[in-house]
């Protein structure tokens, strides 16, 4: 229950439903118990009314007959547990005259009986014994009322938490997919329940899209290899046809072009083999204790030329000397490839910094960046976020990047520079 937070629940749609549907059932518990306390107040005033009646009925009755009858029977009642209180009052007017009338509900005053020519006896109902029938009638109704909310409250929580849970093993193997991870398997119980039934389904969903990358994968790198060859023929007789025929001038220009969107194809290929053999890991990495700086440092050198050609301020520098596990030519080629983009992407008279710390290597430029839109997917095989094209490339260098930095345990992180790109590789 620890991942069920405060805000997990707010959201969830099964606990509003439950929540709302016991509000509905509070409210109606409500109206039935306050008619209940009604209802039962309502039937010992009733009761309390028959009982006065017959109070009333033998008392006079007795007055009829003698005082020291009535008195007597008076004693008896007032030694008894009885509801009602009497009271003997003299002297009265010779005039007052009593005749009873049955009542039909709790009278608000009190019923005189007289007996003899001065004497009257008054019979009324304790106030105290109405108001103990309140009072102990408030507890059971507030009980009625609290406990049921408390226990729809705990089922609510508890009937929540438990989908919660299962929804929750759901979204962890859906973001291990979107994650990349294959294989991934959801549980499937013995319940056979509506979860069950969605974990088939998701698991079939997960097979097929395995197959289907897996098919698509392979026929991209079978055209890739395959069509490698044949243009690479074609790109030798190309060069052996600038080489040696005499061509007039215009002649030259369209062969060279020809030849120079050969050699792009065929290094899209290249590129294209050498990422799915590293994703593979088909290729045998010689996994060595590396000097992160001393490459860093090689492929800022390697580029300076071409940076020297943009008036491009390159520097270099190593705060912290560190030591990773991993193929020295893949990590050279991870890191070119960064600084080449960064030469690339910033204008002239730019600047680019290249820093190594003990969490890896920062790459920072002061060229156009990418969108935030972008970012997420710039690793993706052939993904511009230059959409217009105007630069020359063919989208594969930050996969290349993306799969060298995986193979060694690493990741790849993409920030604004405020303007520019910074690029982080971070080892773990």
């Not at 055209?223 to 030259?252: F, G, I, S, W």
């Amino acid at each position: 229950m620890s991942f069920v937070d405060d805000y997990t629940l707010t959201r969830s749609s099964v606990f509003k439903t439950l929540i709302g549907l016991f509000v509905v059932i509070t409210i109606i518990n409500i109206i039935v118990v306050r008619q209940v306390y009604i209802d039962s107040d309502s039937f010992h005033r009733q009761q309390l009314t028959k009982q006065l009646n017959d109070e009333i009925m033998e008392f006079s009755y007795l007055a009829q007959q003698s005082r020291e009858e009535v008195e007597k029977l008076l004693k008896a009642k007032q030694t008894s547990n009885t509801p009602f209180y009497y009271r003997l009052i003299e002297p009265i007017e010779p005039s007052y005259i009593s005749q009873y009338y049955p009542i039909s509900s709790l009278p608000t005053k009190t019923t005189n009986i007289a007996i003899g020519d001065n004497v009257k006896l008054e019979i009324g109902v304790n106030p105290q014994v109405v108001e103990a029938y309140r009072n102990a009638l408030v507890p059971i109704v507030l009980s009625s009322i609290v406990l049921p909310i408390a226990v729809m409250l705990v089922a609510a929580l508890f009937f929540t938490v438990l989908i919660l849970r299962r929804l929750e093993n759901v979204n962890r193997a859906m973001n291990r997919v979107l994650c990349g991870e294959r294989d991934v398997k959801l549980k499937v119980s013995e319940q056979d329940d509506e979860f069950d039934i969605l974990a088939i389904h998701l698991n079939y969903m997960i097979e097929q899209m395995t197959k289907n990358e897996e098919t698509l994968k392979s026929l991209t790198v079978g055209m890739a290899h395959d069509m490698r060859t044949p243009m690479a023929r074609l790109k030798l007789r190309l060069e052996d046809v600038l080489t040696h025929q005499q061509l007039d001038p215009v002649q030259q220009e369209q062969i060279s072009a020809c030849h120079d969107e050969l050699e792009l194809i065929l290094s899209l290929f290249n590129g294209m083999l050498e990422i799915a053999k590293i994703n593979s890991g088909q290729i045998n990495r010689q996994m060595d204790e590396v000097n992160l700086g001393k490459i860093s440092q090689d492929a800022t050198e390697f580029i300076s030329p071409i940076a020297e050609q943009k008036n491009l301020h390159i520097t270099f520098r190593e705060d912290q000397t560190l030591n990773v596990k991993g193929d020295p030519s893949l990590l050279f080629r991870a890191v070119f490839n960064l600084v080449e983009n960064a030469v690339k992407y910033t204008p002239n008279n730019g600047a680019i910094e290249v820093i190594v710390d003990q969490l890896g290597v920062v790459i920072a430029d002061s060229g156009i960046g990418i969108e935030d839109d972008d970012k997420p997917h710039v690793c993706r095989p052939m993904y511009r976020a230059d959409k217009s094209r105007t630069e020359h490339g063919n989208g594969l260098g930050l996969s290349l990047v993306d799969a060298v930095v995986h193979q060694h345990g690493a990741s790849l992180i993409l920030k604004d520079n405020k303007p520019g790109l910074r690029v982080r590789i971070l080892f773990n």
